[in-house]
């Protein structure tokens, strides 16, 4: 299966500062990258996702960014808030698979 | 309506009980799944029902037993539990084979399970 690694695993930032977390993939037939958001108590949602036909995709505060070649995708958040603070999850996914096989997953605390 | 409802919250069974977990959407998506996740780990699949069909089960243990009565409902059947099935269960549900697929999974928010 899949082999999908985050880094790094916990990060701390002061409110207003940047974010940036790392997800590395060993499937290079993967051509769907979502990221997902948990917050405590609750479920994993999306927040942004991309295809292998785009470079970088942005939505407001957050943009992700791929690189096929290297097989890495970077979640990117600006302005962070302290309801940024959560774990996020990478889950890279090859053509036809419906399911999703989430990534170590990183712990974001952002310090008012 | 995006949510997925599941039931209960949370769950305490003895190892020799019988219960059942309960997940419900009504965005007419066709693919559900259970996941289960331990504290500070990721969600790990356990089963994927395509148009009320089992498609995946990921060697989970014959003691979790899943069923999908219909396109809205999923169920996932415990008996005879360890305690390290101690876990939180969550649903999600997706769209199938529809263009535009968005690929995304909608997750409820878990049922927590303690198993004594």
């Known amino acids: 299966g899949e082999n999908v690694e985050q880094h790094p695993s916990t990060l701390s930032v002061q409110e207003g500062d940047s974010a940036v977390i790392k997800c590395t993939y060993s499937d290079s037939a993967s051509n769907y990258f979502p990221w997902y958001k948990q917050e405590l108590g609750k479920g994993p949602q999306l927040i942004i996702d991309i295809r292998s036909n785009v470079g970088e995709k942005k939505d407001q505060r957050i943009a992700v960014t791929l690189n096929k070649t290297a097989k890495h995708f970077s979640l990117h958040i600006t302005e962070t808030q302290p309801e940024d603070s959560a774990v996020y999850f990478c889950?890279?996914?090859?053509?036809?698979?419906?399911?999703?096989?989430f990534g170590t997953g990183t712990r974001l605390t952002v310090i008012p | 309506d995006t949510e997925v409802t599941q039931t209960p919250k949370h769950l305490v069974m003895g190892m020799t009980n019988k219960k059942s977990l309960k997940c419900e959407q009504h965005?007419?998506?066709?693919?559900m799944y259970w996941y289960k996740q331990k504290a500070k780990k990721p969600p790990e699949l356990m089963f994927v029902y395509s148009y009320e069909k089992l498609s995946i089960n990921e060697s989970v243990p014959s003691r979790f037993s899943p069923e999908c009565p219909n396109s809205s409902l999923l169920n996932l059947h415990l008996h005879a539990l360890q305690p390290e099935d101690s876990a939180l269960y969550l649903c999600?549900?997706?769209?199938?084979?529809?263009?535009?697929?968005?690929?995304?999974?909608?997750f409820g928010e878990g049922s927590r399970l303690t198993v004594l």
């Open positions: 889950a890279p996914r090859p053509p036809g698979a419906n399911n999703l096989f």
């Open positions: 999600a549900s997706s769209q199938v084979g529809r263009r535009p697929n968005t690929g995304e999974l909608f």
């Open positions: 965005m007419g998506h066709r693919a």
